[in-house]
């Protein structure tokens, strides 16, 4: 899609990652927002690799601002949002089979 912008959150690992670089093949732009600095980056060099410009956000979407951070940053950077892919969630890290 010419002219095409993903937002995808949770794009600095697993699903989220691989979202992004997967619409990065149909996309001229992807948005990549997650709270791990270093690893967006990384995902922003594998997408730009794949065809598309990145535009990494680091940033916790757990905070109300946040949101408002992609959407206005996103508009300023491209003028458009095409697709959104909420994929960023918490989940503890913890050991399901540890005896507790």
Do not use: C, H, Y
Not at 14 to 33: E, K, M, N, P
Not at 54 to 69: G, R, Y
């Amino acid at each position: 899609m010419k002219n095409s912008v993903a937002i995808v959150t949770g794009a600095s690992q697993g699903i989220g990652r691989s979202t992004a670089i997967r619409l990065a093949s149909d996309f001229s732009a992807v948005v990549l927002a997650a709270r791990n600095a270093k690893a967006v980056e990384e995902v922003a060099t594998v997408v730009k690799n794949a065809g598309a410009e990145p535009l990494p956000l680091a940033l916790d979407l757990s905070q109300v601002e946040a949101s408002k951070i992609v959407v206005n940053t996103t508009l300023e950077r491209f003028g458009r949002i095409d697709a959104l892919l909420n994929i960023a969630g918490a989940v503890p890290q913890i050991d399901l089979f540890e005896d507790g």
